[in-house]
């Protein structure tokens, strides 16, 4: 299946951007998905993970209290609501899948997005 990232964009320090993964295929649902990012002259960094049962998330210590990530299978979507942008938080956002595993977490993600840029202003 493909997965296409949208609602990136450039928004204020302080501000919010929920960005959307709408992923093809009928198995959507059990994917762990996953959303990494990766900064100029940076490697691309894990940023949070939910299970494909949606009952588990996982986030990378600098964003846990500013972003959120959910799904709705029944959309084939997953999401990534970010407040509190911090210019830190600048990159090129990725969505990324892996067959459903019993715990969730940051490798082995085989299914990639072609991204989508977001830029945070101090």
């Known amino acids: 299946g493909q997965l296409e990232e949208s609602g990136g964009g450039l928004v204020q320090a302080g501000g919010s951007l929920r960005l959307s993964c709408a992923a093809s295929?009928?198995?959507?649902?059990?994917?762990?998905m996953g959303w990494f990012r990766q900064a100029p002259g940076k490697e691309r960094e894990f940023v949070a993970a939910?299970?494909?049962?949606?009952?588990?998330?996982y986030y990378t210590n600098s964003v846990k209290g500013r972003f959120t990530i959910s799904r709705d299978d029944a959309k084939n979507t997953v999401y990534l609501q970010m407040n509190g942008l911090k210019p830190q938080d600048t990159a090129v956002y990725y969505c990324?899948?892996?067959?459903?595993?019993?715990?969730?977490?940051?490798?082995?993600?085989?299914?990639w997005g072609q991204g989508t840029q977001v830029t945070v202003s101090s």
């Open positions: 990324a899948a892996r067959w459903g595993q019993r715990l969730v977490s940051n490798t082995q993600y085989d299914h």
């Open positions: 939910i299970s494909w049962k949606g009952e588990n998330t």
């Open positions: 295929g009928r198995a959507f649902s059990y994917y762990d």
